[in-house]
């Protein structure tokens, strides 16, 4: 059962008044990645603590260089039932894990933070990986 909405607000609000839009639904999924050309994160949300403490704060730190990608998305774990389950359609062949960050080059998956691999780390640290892969990437 999905977490009261009054819970999640607040936590897609710190993407999405941030340059992320929010995909709510399989169609949404299924139109951003059928139309994917250039760079694109996709951040798989969530209300876990390493979400809060990790993932979220280093991945907005991580969009504040010059190199950084075109398009900015988001899907909310536990929440947007089909949207996350179309958009991990994209991630395979990595499993289902939330947290995550995906990065894709002209509709690739070319980089992907896992959460065993925000977990424990710092937003600085979250940060510092994706603006690698923005280096090699974007």
Known sequence: M???EMLVT???AELTNNGFEELKSAEEVD????HNTGTMLLVVNSVC??????CRPGVLHSLQGDKKPEKLF??????????VQKARENLLPYPPSS???A????G??????ERHSIEGRTAQMISDNLRSAYQSFC
Do not use: W
């Not at 603590?49 to 990790?54: S, T």
């Open 2 to 4: 999905p977490y009261p």
């Open 10 to 12: 607040p936590m897609r």
């Open 31 to 34: 139109s951003v990645f059928n």
């Open 49 to 54: 603590g390493c979400a809060a403490g990790a």
């Open 74 to 83: 988001t899907v909310f774990a536990g929440q947007d039932i089909e949207a």
């Open 99 to 101: 947290p995550s960050i």
């Open 103 to 106: 990065l894709f080059k002209d």
């Open 108 to 113: 690739k998956l070319v980089h992907m933070i």
